[in-house]
């Protein structure tokens, strides 16, 4: 009876013995057929990362391509093409012409509402003549100028100045012609000046300006308004 009280007493002292050992605020963690004691913060050597498999994985927003940068068309602007002159080298009254949008601009010819039809008059000047008694009316237009005297409710063309553009006269010349061009389509000029080889017949004639042997403007006058 006495040795059966010892040893429970023995079991008493190792149980609270035990007890004792353990940390404050421990828990135990199976591992294994036994319980190990597990501080509170201590991080597990050789642990596993918790995953939580019931929360969705978030897809990532995609990345939106960038927008390409259209590319920029340069037009280029039409050249004019200078035809190689078809005159014969001899210059007469019905050389003194030139063409533009098809129609046929002479000096001293009625241009009486015809205004419209070689293009689109870009500005208009009108005023009383300085030549005569009349009325002058001046058409600007985009590549050229045509100015008229008014008579007799008629408005005859005196000067017509062409600088740029594709007014040709019959024989092919045009603004970039050379001057040997012009020579081959109308021969020796009538009169010759520093910047001007220029053709008259009668009160008409017709000035080429040229400029690094290239003609750079073509004038037509009626001089019989003066």
Known sequence: MRKRAVTAILIILVTVSLA??????????????RKVAIGVGEEIVGS??????????????????????????VTAEPTQQVLPPNGDGVFTKDDIVV?????????????????????KVVDKYEGVSCLQSGYDINYVYKDFQIDTIRQNEKQYIYIADFKSGSAVTD?????????????????TPTEDTLTQRIYIDGNLQMAFYITNEKVTEILLVDSSFR
């Open 171 to 187: 024989a092919g010349i045009g603004i970039g012609s050379t001057e040997d061009d012009v020579i081959a389509a109308y021969g």
């Open 20 to 33: 004792a050992c353990a940390p404050t605020g421990s828990s135990y963690a199976e591992e294994g057929p």
């Open 99 to 119: 063409i533009v949008n098809d129609m046929r601009i002479v000096p001293g010819m009625d241009y009486t509402g015809k205004e419209n039809i070689p293009g």
């Open 48 to 73: 596993t990362p918790y995953i939580d498999h019931d929360k969705p994985t978030p897809t990532p927003a995609p990345t939106p391509s960038p927008t390409p940068t259209p590319e920029i068309t």
